[in-house]
């Protein structure tokens, strides 16, 4: 029968490893990153590491690949998904069906006109359609005159700073 | 040919019209103004239709009778010799904007000539499109044998009388685009114009211009242009348009013009004009990126209408009309581009981290491997 679980101890080791239980550390790692299994995974792993007699020096080394999973878990939370907030569903609720219309003599219907504010949130469908960024409407202007802001995109340009790769200097 | 794509609304228009046009499918659209009190489609976007009409063959288009609804079924892209004035509601820029965006696909080579406003203060000027756009276009094409864009009068909204020649070859095959590195701000051109105003105007939009640039760049030349006689179009009028172009060949563009005649608010000035256009310089050059903002879009479409290779970009941030673009490209070609952040190269050394203005991130597409069957091969 093969090793159930492989002990962190084990993950120090060189060359000698079987290429089986290579395979298998890789999937254990898979497992620990992606779902839930990880995590029963890991329990059992605990329990398995009590039994055995380990010195507590090695204690610390039990951990790591859950901290691992943990930081991957972070930084993959963190990374915005443009593609999704590109292409992804947009959650309008139909705000125009709530307002009831008022009716004139229960013939015809009076079209109330929309604020403001709800249609520029439904993305804008009557909007003026012009490629051009409308800066300070669509995006706020920075404040250009403050040396701070001059400041951020000062090597940009062929007087400012250069890549360590491509200073000629 | 039997999928219909249904829209609602006037936004992005012309997007829609183009991208039917190009991969002909059918295209209705719904509820245009319908709430408004004044509904319905307005003359700049029925002259957009004409000129449609013009380029294409075959085409039918039907607008409902409160023009709140439009149904378009694409025919073929002819090109060759056109003439047409523009809705003077809207700028030429409008009109040209979407010309360029179908010229390369066209069977015979285009060679426009559009009449009305060359700039004003919501589309793109001529002179945008010329020192911006056509850099572009000029990469995708491969060369710039036949393409050109020439001012032959001014003419300032809301009179207009401005006129335009453009002329552009088509292509059976686009390039692919491999353009990750924008390099370095290297020089700033621009050209301030004047119609029907006093010729120092320019002179001092130039001066105030500079005022704020040369802190930054001591290359920089801007052109005086002064119009006059038939050259200066019908009203008084006058602006700046300003350009950096990077050791890379990215040229970054901005402008500014002046209020039309007639308008309720105070009038410009020139000294104001100068600056807000340099303002809004850093702040194009702070987005950044290999195109400009105001042509993420055209190189999104020419990326999709490449042939069967990979594309790759880098933008700075993505402008809401290049967000609704990509989502039509979808709707009407099937493709999503690959939208990553493109992370600050890190300098281990002493150095601290190079200041390059806003995030930008790198647009990843294949080409839908389109190819021009109309047009003539010899």
């Known amino acids: 029968q093969e090793k159930p679980e492989i002990k962190p101890r084990e993950m120090n080791m060189s060359e000698d490893e079987s290429s089986s239980s290579d395979e298998e550390d890789s999937d254990d790692i898979e497992d620990h990153i992606h779902g839930e299994d990880g995590s029963m995974d890991r329990t059992e792993h605990d329990k398995e590491m009590d039994d055995g007699d380990e010195e507590e020096g090695t204690q610390w080394k039990s951990n790591l690949m859950e901290i691992a999973a943990a930081t991957f878990r972070r930084i993959q939370s963190e990374r915005v998904n443009y593609r ?31 604020s403001e504010k709800s249609t520029s949130g439904k993305l804008s469908d009557n909007m003026v359609d012009c490629s051009k960024l409308i800066l300070d409407k669509q995006v706020q202007l920075q404040d250009w005159d403050s040396e701070e802001i001059q400041k951020t995109i000062k090597d940009c340009f062929v007087t400012g700073e250069w890549a360590k790769s491509e200073d000629a200097a | 040919m039997g999928e219909v794509l249904n829209y609602e609304g006037c936004n992005y228009f012309r997007q829609r019209l183009i991208l039917s046009t190009l991969s002909g499918k059918t295209l209705k659209i719904k509820k245009i103004r319908s709430k408004e009190d004044d509904p319905g489609l307005k003359d700049f976007e029925a002259s957009f239709i004409h000129l449609l009409d013009k380029i294409t063959n075959g085409s039918k288009i039907v607008v409902s009778e409160t023009g709140t609804s439009l149904f378009y079924q694409p025919g073929l892209l002819m090109g060759g010799k056109l003439d047409h004035d523009c809705n003077l509601q809207r700028s030429i820029g409008y009109f040209l904007e979407a010309l360029i965006l179908l010229a390369p696909f066209t069977k015979k080579p285009i060679r426009a000539i559009l009449r009305g406003i060359t700039s004003d203060q919501i589309d793109p000027s001529v002179d945008m499109i010329k020192l911006s756009t056509l850099p572009v276009l000029k990469t995708f094409l491969g060369s710039d044998d036949g393409l050109e864009l020439k001012i032959n009068r001014r003419g300032a909204a809301p009179g207009g009388g401005g006129e335009v020649f453009f002329n552009c070859p088509c292509k059976q ?20 114009w ?119 970009v880098q933008i700075g941030a993505l402008t809401p009309y290049m967000i609704q673009f990509l989502r039509h490209i979808r709707d009407f070609f099937q493709i999503q581009f690959k939208i990553d952040q493109q992370q600050q190269q890190e300098n281990d050394e002493e150095n601290e981290e190079l200041q390059l203005g806003g995030e930008k991130f790198l647009l990843t597409c294949v080409g839908v491997g389109y190819t021009n069957i109309s047009k003539v091969t010899l």
């Open chain 1, 84 to 114: 999704k907030l590109v292409y992804g569903q947009v959650n309008e609720d139909d705000e125009g069906d709530d307002d009831v219309d008022d009716e004139l003599g229960g013939l015809f219907k009076v079209l109330k006109k929309k």
């Open chain 2, 173 to 192: 095959k686009l390039r692919p685009l491999n353009f990750t590195d924008p390099g370095k701000i290297k020089r700033i051109r621009g050209v301030a």
């Open chain 2, 194 to 312: 004047a119609t029907r105003v006093s010729p120092v105007t320019t002179n001092r939009i130039v001066d105030a211009c500079r005022s704020i640039l040369n802190k930054f760049l001591p290359d920089i030349y801007i052109y005086t242009d002064h119009c006059r006689g038939s050259n200066s179009g019908k009203s008084p009028g006058f602006g700046l348009t300003l350009v950096a172009e990077t050791t890379n060949g990215v040229f970054l563009c901005a402008e500014s013009a002046s209020k039309p005649k007639g308008s309720s608010q105070n009038p410009t000035v020139p000294e104001d004009l100068g600056k807000t256009a340099a303002k809004l310089l850093l702040e194009e050059i702070y987005r950044g990126g290999c195109v400009d903002s105001s042509n993420q879009s055209t190189a999104a479409l020419f990326m999709v209408l490449g042939q069967q290779d990979v594309s790759k």
